[in-house]
């Protein structure tokens, strides 16, 4: 629930309700009662805010992304190698803590809704987007800086963003895990044979 | 419809009408009556041989499976860069031919059941073992050929696994496809930094 801690207004306390309600029970069983649960207020402010359970899903993932790309933007500035490999240590783990597993579960089923509902396709366009922008700077401040080769970041940025949504999806939905540490492993070797300099910071 | 040239009993029409039906209408919206549309035969022979569309469609995974498997071990022998590069020819392309796009849509929805239905999740680790040891065979042919470096195969092979999941999450569920071929390329210059010997076949 990091990400609702300092939740003040009505709305932002319908967000935290829908995030944490989404966590618990996944999408498909999700309703605005059980949201309504969550939330110390009565349910009928639920719906006199949003329409309905999707369209406050979509307002909680906004929510959610826009603290992602805060945190993004305050990270300390640190060595190239160490920024670009943090992601990979927070998503290419087994035994990740549980509401970050129940987030991403849900998430996986979110954007499977994609396949036919124009809404959740634009999210996902538009998150996938960010994160390929943020990827790609730290990706560009490694070559600036001399300690990456001079490779194409958007390509780098992309293939890194292409392997942590298939971790995402393969994580939340297989009953093995083993994998994951083998993949992070090879991932961090690709870079350090591809991206890094040998004499690099 | 290739998996299904050959149907002739009537459970294969039924696996064959429910592959069908599957990528012109997607999960979601599918019914079993929908499925009896894509049915030379009555609609109640389907209710006869499968208790619904969930284990119909299970049923048609395995078939697909089934056949998946039998053309990779059918495939002919080739040089271990070729072989190892060719799903990348196949699942990392934008401009998918529309049936293999549709079916992809749709295994990404039924892929995300498994966040809550444990008969996907039980398919779907299955299916991630079967790639995960046809890749690893690849790899270890390259390795034990002189033509790859000495890595450890089960670990590219679940990175390239991984890949190809997350493009396949990405590209049916994004409005952008520009990154695809950008990944293939990537995929390939790391392959070829981190896998294959510069004097290798």
Redesign the interface.
């Known amino acids: 629930m990091e990400f609702f801690e300092d939740a003040s207004t009505t709305r932002e306390e319908i967000l935290a309700a829908a995030y944490e309600a989404l966590c618990r029970h996944?999408?498909?069983?999700l309703t605005v009662e059980k949201i309504g649960d969550h939330f110390e207020k009565s349910t009928s402010l639920v719906y006199h805010h949003y329409d309905g359970k999707d369209e406050l899903l979509l307002a909680c993932l906004e929510f959610v992304l826009d603290r992602y790309d805060e945190t993004f933007a305050e990270a300390e500035s640190g060595e190239p190698r160490a920024r670009l490999e943090e992601p990979l240590a927070v998503f290419l783990v087994s035994e990740l803590p549980d509401e970050q597993f129940r987030f991403m579960?849900?998430l996986?089923?979110l954007?499977?809704?994609?396949?036919?509902d124009e809404r959740?396709?634009?999210y996902?366009?538009r998150s996938?987007?960010l994160f390929?922008a943020r990827l790609t700077e730290l990706v560009e401040a490694g070559v600036d800086a001399g300690a990456f080769r001079d490779?194409?970041p958007?390509?780098?940025a992309?293939?890194i963003?292409?392997?942590?949504?298939?971790?995402?999806?393969?994580t939340?939905?297989?009953?093995?895990d083993e994998?994951l540490e083998?993949?992070r492993?090879?991932?961090i070797?690709?870079l350090e044979?591809?991206l890094y300099r040998p004499d690099g910071a």
């Open positions: 996944g999408y498909s069983d579960r849900a996986v089923e954007r499977a809704q994609a396949a036919h959740y396709r634009e996902f366009t996938d987007r390929q490779v194409d958007e390509a780098v992309a293939t963003q292409t392997v942590l949504a298939g971790a995402l999806v393969r939340t939905t297989s009953n093995d994998w083998a993949v492993e090879e991932v070797a690709c044979a591809r």
